[in-house]
């Protein structure tokens, strides 16, 4: 391999599923964590911080499969990712 040189890589639509269950898991964990943390006057710089990446990650994760983040359900022939123009 080259070290200048770094592979594409390629996901199937099981892994891209399955990272996007997984950043949907850590979004919503992060989120609650966060409110929590608010709610009790609590620090909130890193879990902000947390749960940003977490919410940015999951909408490219969902892009790369063609899915909307805000679409309704799982089957991929109703979501129309080109609807909503997203800025990362």
């Known amino acids: 391999m080259d ?8 996901f199937t639509p099981e892994e891209l599923k399955y990272l996007q269950e997984v950043f949907d898991n850590l979004r919503a964990i992060t ?4 409110m ?10 890193r ?3 947390d749960y ?3 919410r940015i990650l999951r ?3 969902y892009h790369l499969g063609g899915r909307d983040t ?3 359900g799982e ?4 979501v129309r990712w080109w609807d909503q123009q997203h800025d990362y």
Request: glycine share 2%; no cysteine.
């Open 52 to 54: 940003k990446m977490a």
């Open 75 to 78: 089957d991929y022939h109703e």
């Open 31 to 34: 989120f609650n964590e966060l």
């Open 59 to 61: 909408d490219k994760v």
């Open 36 to 45: 929590e943390a608010k709610h009790r006057s609590l620090p909130t710089g």
């Open 47 to 49: 879990l902000s911080y």
């Open 70 to 72: 805000l679409a309704p």
């Open 3 to 10: 070290r200048d040189t770094f592979p594409t890589p390629e």
